[in-house]
């Protein structure tokens, strides 16, 4: 069965470094996401991404994010300058419309230091 | 504000007993709702669906209920095992765009036991 997959597992990084976050949604899927979840706290929605540009984003998505899709197959969520904030678990999605169930990877956890 | 919550952060049941997850929200112009099933270590994943114009689905040994009315959906899993044990979400399409982004409530952990 096609898999959303990520990497890497486990990322640490300093605090105001710059991580990417990789992910390779399923093949033929066009609508992608990244989610994240704070330790204990539930999911929480970052941005949407469909046809090369965002279509949705949430407040938690500020100018230190973004994402790109830089070439046929993976999709990646940057963070220029991280905080300690930022720690917590990153879930990438795809789906095949934009209706369909939203298939979600295993995740990243960031850890910021 | 948040929409989507849950009534219960834990549940507890005994393996082959029936168990109930609570969900309730407050957007009644909602008319989509998922359940998803989050393993320790893994990702959610998709359970089951429901819109508004039902009042019941069934799957394998999952059942949604959705009462408009009061504003609140159940997950029914029948003869639980415990690999159904995990953390479950309700979730609903965020007002959006072109994206359906997810709003999900905080999770209820139900635990089986045998």
């Known amino acids: 069965e096609p898999e959303v997959t990520q990497t890497p597992s486990h990322q640490v990084t300093q605090m105001g470094q710059e991580v990417i976050l990789r992910c390779v949604p399923i093949?033929?899927?066009?609508?992608f996401y990244w989610y994240r979840q704070i330790l204990g706290q539930k999911v929480e929605f970052l941005v949407s991404?469909?046809?090369?540009?965002?279509?949705?984003k949430s407040e938690i998505f500020d100018d230190q994010f973004s994402v790109e899709r830089p070439d046929g197959s993976n999709f990646t969520l940057k963070i220029r300058s991280t905080k300690l904030e930022d720690s917590a678990m990153y879930f990438c999605?795809?789906?095949?419309?934009?209706?369909?169930?939203?298939?979600f990877g295993p995740g990243t956890r960031l850890t910021v230091t | 504000g948040e929409s989507v919550g849950l009534h219960l952060p834990t549940l507890s049941v005994q393996e082959g007993d029936n168990s109930i997850i609570n969900c309730a929200y407050s957007?009644?112009?909602?008319?989509?709702f998922i359940w998803y099933k989050q393993e320790s270590g893994k990702g959610p994943q998709f359970i089951i669906d429901i819109r508004s114009n039902m009042d019941k689905r069934q799957g394998q040994r999952v059942t949604v209920l959705l009462n408009k009315t009061v504003k609140h959906l159940s997950l029914q899993i029948a003869a639980t095992q415990p690999g159904d044990s995990a953390v479950y979400f309700c979730?609903?399409?965020?007002?959006?765009?072109?994206?359906?982004?997810?709003?999900f409530g905080k999770g209820t952990s139900l635990l089986v036991t045998p």
């Open positions: 093949s033929n899927h066009l609508y």
């Open positions: 999605a795809s789906s095949a419309s934009s209706a369909d169930e939203q298939y």
């Open positions: 979730a609903e399409p965020l007002p959006q765009g072109s994206g359906y982004a997810l709003n």
């Open positions: 991404f469909y046809n090369n540009e965002i279509s949705e």
């Open positions: 957007n009644s112009a909602s008319d989509y």
